[in-house]
């Protein structure tokens, strides 16, 4: 929609259906261009059917509780399961003059159903439906990202399977420190990323309790049966206090900081690609097809989607702080400033499952320079051959090719050896005259790490939410 037709859409408030739900209160209608600053159907568009469900949950305990009549009710339902078809099939656009999506979604029932439709309402206030809309919404897509970072996972643990003798060389103020291989790197990179799906699935431990019910701030004088609703929203059980659950956005800061911390995760194996993948080191080769190129520098082939992930890490940190300056100093309960969590919320949501995606397209179609990097560890022992090694005592243990003894540690420690082939190294020094001993060479150790990797990923898919009133294809649907 145009910015036009936007401004049109406003100056169009006339039906009553569409009147903003406070409207009894005022004699003059609300200025166009008020309407259009206030409100927020545009970011919380992607949360109608959350909303659809949340109205559906409610209408039904309504008529269980005989608040409205099983007849209303029935009617109510129905009307809200014909939205959900005609906005998923497209015949039904969201109005970007309502005041957001409860309004635009119960101005729509009226339209259907007529005065029943009012009744949705009831026992309800917008400050318990956002809270409940926002918990739903999570619930709902977060299990989707949690996949997006196994499938990352999955993606470096097999990448790291083809490597476990691939020597790479380990950095320590990015300065050559030890000799390891690629699959302990890669392995690393999926370490972080599951500590990733550790937060997610701990951070949405803490919402399964439903705040609806909570109304505007201090509950309903109706018998309304909180504990129903939560129960058909697959909600554990219901929030305990009214004020805390129309002003808590604890979940927005709490999932917003692991995207934070996950950012962080991707923008450091991003400078790393980057970093791997100039002339200088050249350990990796990204395909074309994730590369861009230069018109007056032929020559180069550009890893601008690493440098585009490292770069939007900025947006997500700043999202957080966005949040957190919002929230800071709000009195209880409601204040409209919370209206303005959801684009932050949003925006580090999308950024790091847009990133997560790419990455993971990336690094899995990248072609790995095994030469380049042995060559570059092979550095590591030229360097040792090179010193003075004679008076060099090293203490050593698990040793298995070599006598032990007991040394003092000095600059050899700084060997793990993971291969046998700088067990060998360590051997030619020794019969240089130098008194030390090789360590075993430990490459099963990586096969342990991986095995480790692995066996945790079981655990991470098996997240217990059910999605009410929504096919498990509509889990990522977003509505626009
Ligand atoms: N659009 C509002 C939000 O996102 C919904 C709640 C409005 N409540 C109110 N009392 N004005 O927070």
Redesign the pocket.
């Known amino acids: 929609m145009t910015k036009d037709e936007q401004t049109n859409s406003h100056a169009a408030l006339t039906d009553d259906n569409h009147k903003a739900l406070?409207s009894g209160r005022f004699a003059e209608g609300p200025d166009a261009s008020a309407v259009e600053f206030e409100?927020?159907?545009y970011?919380?568009e992607r949360m109608a059917l959350d909303d659809i469900a949340g109205s559906i949950a409610h209408a039904t305990m309504l008529g269980e509780c005989g608040i409205i009549s099983a007849e209303e009710s029935k009617q109510i339902v129905k009307g809200l399961e014909s939205i959900k078809n005609d906005l998923k099939n497209g015949s039904l656009k969201i109005d970007y003059s309502a005041?957001?999506?409860?309004?635009f979604i119960e101005a729509s029932l009226t339209d259907r159903i007529g005065e029943a439709g009012k009744k949705l309402h009831t026992g309800r206030?917008?400050?318990d439906?956002?809270a409940l809309d926002e918990g739903l919404y999570l619930r709902r897509v977060i299990p989707s990202l949690v996949q997006d970072i196994i499938t990352l996972i999955k993606t470096l643990v097999e990448i790291a399977s083809q490597h476990k003798e691939t020597l790479l060389t380990g950095f320590t103020h990015l300065q050559h420190a030890q000799p390891g291989t690629l699959a302990q790197h890669l392995l690393a990179w999926a370490t972080m990323l599951s500590r990733d799906v550790e937060r997610l699935k701990d951070s949405l431990k803490r919402i399964s309790l439903s705040p609806l019910g909570s109304g505007?701030l201090m509950g309903s004088t109706l018998p309304l049966n909180r504990e129903r609703t939560a129960e058909l929203l697959g909600f554990d059980s219901v929030t305990l206090n009214s004020l805390d659950s129309v002003s808590d956005r604890d979940y927005c800061l709490e999932f917003t900081s692991d995207f934070a911390i996950l950012q962080s995760h991707l923008s450091r194996m991003c400078e790393e690609v980057v970093l791997w993948s100039t002339v200088e080191f050249g350990f990796i080769d990204l395909r074309e097809k994730w590369s861009t190129g230069s018109s007056i520098m032929p020559q180069k082939k550009n890893p601008d989607f690493a440098e585009l992930i490292r770069g939007r890490t900025g947006k997500v940190y700043g999202d957080l702080i966005n949040l957190f300056t919002m929230i800071k100093a709000l009195p209880l309960a409601?204040d409209?400033d919370?209206?303005?969590?959801?684009e932050p919320l949003f925006d580090a949501l999308d950024t790091v499952q847009a990133n997560v995606k790419i990455f993971t397209a990336m690094i899995a179609t990248a072609r790995w320079n095994v030469e380049r990097m042995e060559k570059r560890c092979a550095f590591l022992e030229r360097a040792i051959k090179k010193m003075n090694l004679s008076n060099v005592r090293v203490r050593c243990a698990q040793v298995s090719t070599l006598e032990a003894n007991s040394f003092d540690m000095l600059v050899l420690r700084a060997f793990h050896p993971f291969t046998e082939q700088i067990a060998h190294l360590l051997l030619s020094i020794t019969r240089q005259g130098g008194t030390i001993v090789a360590y075993k060479a430990r490459a099963e150790r990586i096969q342990e790490e991986m095995q480790g990797v692995s066996k945790a990923i079981p655990s991470y898919t098996k997240i217990p939410l059910t999605v009410p009133f929504l096919e498990d294809h509509e889990r990522n649907l977003v509505v626009i």
Request: net charge negative; glycine share 0%; no cysteine.
């Open positions: 406070w409100t927020s159907i970011v919380d005041e957001d999506i409860h309004s206030s917008r400050n439906q956002i505007a409601y409209r919370l209206q303005e969590d959801k």
